[in-house]
């Protein structure tokens, strides 16, 4: 496919065929294929495209006509959970990935990313540790970071990508702007996603999947939990191939090759051993065929 190689982000999820519904892990195309999503939207979709009780809050909200932004009390609900996630904290509500931005701007002198990505296995920055004013990703099922705790932290959870928790340290919360104001409806379905995860048994928040394991003791691809993260793909033109190359497999990878490959919690034995196969060996580049 000519001009791959320079593609990312939008551009590569151009290449995917229109999707048309999303069940589970899996994504159905519009030309009749089943993909199985290793994006998960960054995480946001990490306990699948229809978790429990997600559809009903919205039914629910939606009947009282809540589609406008204004105060409710889903915001105080919303905030509590996010204290059972991460006690002794404080937290803010901003609109998206701009909305994040524009309140680390306005708090002044905070650093304002790319935010270390831990199932990446970033090193710190240049100088050593963590700069005191250093935001850093949280991601489910990492266990907790080590070291001394970082003041900013901005968790990827399964949340509608429109609403982006900030969680800081109570030293810094006087510098940032009060939380932004959502619908009600969406506040009720981030409620909902983060109550699947704090509800989610101990013995679910572990993957085993010793087919993929395996594979993996002579892959490029790094496992940390669930994520994978093959650091050799990392930049230029390395990454848009495969991309590709699992996109006609059957398989979703992340659109940047700075975002971690999500490994589904639902995988038939079939999907398991297929993507074991793609993921296995110590090849740099896919095979010759990937980009056509």
Same mark, same amino acid.
């Given at each position: 496919? /000519?001009g791959i190689?320079?593609l990312?982000g939008?551009?590569?999820?151009?290449?995917?065929p229109?999707?048309?519904?999303?069940?589970?892990f899996h994504?159905?195309?519009q030309d009749?294929?089943? +993909?199985v999503d290793?994006?998960?939207?960054? @995480?946001?979709?990490?306990?699948?495209?229809?978790?429990?009780?997600?559809?009903?809050?919205l039914?629910?909200?939606?009947?009282? @006509?809540?589609f406008t932004?204004?105060p409710?009390?889903?915001?105080g609900?919303?905030?509590?959970?996010l204290?059972?996630? !991460?006690p002794s904290?404080a937290?803010?509500?901003?609109?998206g990935?701009?909305?994040?931005q524009?309140?680390l701007? $306005?708090?002044?002198?905070?650093?304002?990313?790319?935010?270390?990505?831990?199932a990446? &296995?970033?090193?710190?920055?240049?100088g050593?540790?963590l700069?005191e004013?250093?935001?850093v990703?949280?991601r489910? !099922? +990492?266990? *907790?970071l080590?070291?001394?705790?970082?003041?900013?932290l901005?968790?990827?959870?399964?949340?509608?990508p429109?609403v982006?928790?900030?969680?800081?340290?109570?030293s810094?919360e006087?510098?940032?702007?009060?939380?932004?104001l !959502?619908?009600?409806?969406? +506040?009720?379905?981030?409620?909902?996603g983060?109550?699947?995860?704090?509800a989610? *048994?101990l /013995? &679910?928040?572990?993957? *085993?999947?010793?087919r993929?394991?395996? $594979?993996l003791?002579?892959?490029?691809?790094?496992?940390?939990?669930v994520?994978?993260?093959?650091?050799?793909?990392?930049?230029?033109?390395?990454?848009?191939?495969?991309?590709?190359? !699992?996109?006609q $497999?059957?398989? +979703?990878? *992340?659109p940047?090759?700075? &975002?971690?490959?999500?490994?589904?919690?639902?995988?038939?034995?079939?999907e398991?051993a297929?993507?074991?196969?793609?993921?296995?060996?110590?090849m740099?580049t896919?095979?010759?065929d990937? $980009?056509?």
């Amino acid at each position: 496919m /000519e001009g791959i190689r320079e593609l990312t982000g939008d551009g590569l999820l151009r290449l995917a065929p229109p999707i048309r519904r999303a069940r589970d892990f899996h994504l159905y195309t519009q030309d009749g294929r089943r +993909l199985v999503d290793l994006w998960q939207d960054d @995480g946001r979709a990490v306990l699948g495209h229809t978790p429990a009780g997600v559809l009903r809050e919205l039914k629910n909200t939606a009947n009282r @006509g809540l589609f406008t932004s204004l105060p409710s009390p889903w915001e105080g609900r919303l905030i509590k959970a996010l204290g059972s996630l !991460f006690p002794s904290r404080a937290f803010r509500l901003y609109a998206g990935a701009s909305g994040l931005q524009e309140a680390l701007a $306005a708090a002044g002198g905070l650093y304002s990313g790319p935010f270390p990505d831990p199932a990446l &296995q970033s090193p710190p920055p240049p100088g050593g540790a963590l700069d005191e004013n250093q935001a850093v990703i949280w991601r489910p !099922f +990492l266990g *907790p970071l080590k070291g001394r705790p970082p003041p900013l932290l901005v968790p990827r959870l399964p949340m509608p990508p429109q609403v982006q928790a900030l969680v800081l340290d109570p030293s810094l919360e006087a510098r940032f702007p009060p939380s932004a104001l !959502f619908p009600p409806v969406l +506040l009720a379905a981030a409620l909902r996603g983060l109550c699947n995860l704090l509800a989610l *048994p101990l /013995e &679910q928040r572990t993957l *085993p999947f010793p087919r993929i394991n395996r $594979a993996l003791s002579q892959s490029i691809w790094r496992r940390r939990s669930v994520y994978l993260y093959a650091p050799a793909l990392s930049g230029g033109g390395a990454y848009a191939p495969w991309w590709n190359y !699992f996109l006609q $497999a059957g398989f +979703l990878l *992340p659109p940047h090759p700075q &975002q971690p490959l999500i490994i589904p919690r639902i995988l038939s034995a079939g999907e398991e051993a297929k993507l074991a196969a793609l993921l296995g060996g110590g090849m740099e580049t896919p095979p010759a065929d990937a $980009a056509e």
